[in-house]
T-cell receptor, first 110, second 115 residues
Framework: DAKTTQPPSMDCAEGRAANLPCNHS???????VYWYRQIHSQGPQYIIH???NNETNEMASLIITEDRKSSTLILPHATLRDTAVYYC???????????FGTGTRLQVFP | EAGVAQSPRYKIIEKRQSVAFWCNPI?????LYWYQQILGQGPKLLIQ????????DSQLPKDRFSAERLKGVDSTLKIQPAKLEDSAVYLC???FGLGIADTQYFGPGTRLTVL
């Protein structure tokens, strides 16, 4: 079973920041948090991952709380093309295994 | 850089028929995964290969599903015979296989409809 909890859906206005929350209260100290997204009719696309520290890349920022029990994915300036299902995944320790939940459906509106 | 290639993109068959899907991973990627994604759900891992060996097939329904990766590159996933509940998108992913911080890259998937 997935070790994460996400809201089923969220809306965001185009140009505004989209903040997608994720709870992972049972995460172990050496398990990574990964974010993927899936645009309609496409395969999942890697966004970002982190262990303890906050991370940023050209797509997004990942903020992980100090106790590591939750995280937030931030899309700083959402566009219509960011409309997708976003999956927060805790990677099983010492394996390559990704266990997907049902994700958050983000709808960006004009 | 070319991504993960899958074919066909769509397939419609009747129950009890057989079907096969093909995947070509990103060049140099040692690890290959097959996932099943049922409508409204996240992808579920069916099988993982490291080169041409199976690492994990615990979720593969072995009475009807089989997969191979004979030369450690391309892979095929077969269903024989298909059931109605096999209707899903079958996703292939690959990674370098370097360890816990490795990233999986997904193909576009094959949408299977079983009538």
């Amino acid at each position: 079973d997935a070790k994460t909890t996400q809201p089923p859906s969220m809306d965001c206005a185009e140009g505004r920041a989209a903040n997608l929350p994720c709870n992972h209260s049972t995460i172990s100290g050496n398990e990574y948090v990964y974010w993927y997204r899936q645009i309609h009719s496409q395969g999942p696309q890697y966004i970002i991952h982190g262990l303890k520290n906050n991370e940023t890349n050209e797509m997004a920022s990942l903020i992980i709380t100090e106790d590591r029990k939750s995280s937030t994915l931030i899309l700083p300036h959402a566009t219509l093309r960011d409309t997708a299902v976003y999956y927060c995944i805790v990677r099983v320790y010492n394996t390559d295994k990704l266990i997907f939940g049902t994700g958050t459906r983000l709808q960006v509106f004009p | 850089e070319a991504g993960v290639a899958q074919s066909p993109r769509y397939k419609i068959i009747e129950k009890r028929q057989s079907v096969a899907f093909w995947c070509n991973p990103i060049s140099g990627h040692a690890t290959l995964y097959w996932y099943q994604q049922i409508l409204g759900q996240g992808p579920k891992l069916l099988i993982q290969f490291q080169n041409n060996g199976v690492v994990d097939d615990s979720q593969l329904p072995k009475d009807r599903f089989s997969a191979e990766r004979l030369k450690g590159v391309d892979s095929t996933l077969k269903i024989q015979p298909a059931k109605l509940e096999d209707s899903a998108v079958y996703l292939c992913a690959s990674s370098f296989g370097l360890g816990i911080a490795d990233t999986q890259y997904f193909g576009p998937g094959t949408r299977l409809t079983v009538l």
